[in-house]
Nanobody, 129 residues
């Protein structure tokens, strides 16, 4: 299993970015795919998750109505469209996958990083004031 993020960069407050995560080595239907973010010295925080099997997507309250998670199965790519960016969105963003055979993606558990089996190396997003 391999995940590689791209699309990070520097953007002004109010701007947009689209992150991509190219995945390989597993079946989309068997995994939930999530985006997390991390600030140095702090824990990883769940941003959004999508589970095709459960036909569900969840978002953290801090990004709801601004970020959208989507996927293109033919390209084996998961996206995170980030609009109306704020300086507090500055972080390293990671995509991660959780095998659905041993975890349930629910509104109250999807953001637990210990449930995710594989992670990408991350991409930096910096939002200037």
């Amino acid at each position: 299993v391999q995940l590689v993020e791209s699309g990070g960069g520097l953007v002004q407050s109010g701007g947009s970015l689209r992150l991509s995560c190219v995945v390989s080595g597993f079946d989309f239907d068997e995994y939930a795919i999530a985006w997390f973010r991390q600030i140095p010295g702090q824990d990883q925080v769940g941003v959004a998750v999508s589970s095709k099997r459960d036909r569900a997507s969840y978002y953290s309250d801090s990004v709801k109505d601004r970020f959208t998670i989507s996927s293109d199965r033919s390209r084996r790519t998961v996206y995170l469209q980030m609009d109306s960016l704020k300086p507090e969105d500055t972080a390293t963003y990671f995509c991660a996958v959780a095998k659905l055979s041993h975890v349930r993606i629910t509104p109250t558990t999807w953001y637990q990083p210990w449930d995710y089996d594989y992670w990408g190396p991350g991409t930096q997003v910096t939002v200037s004031p």
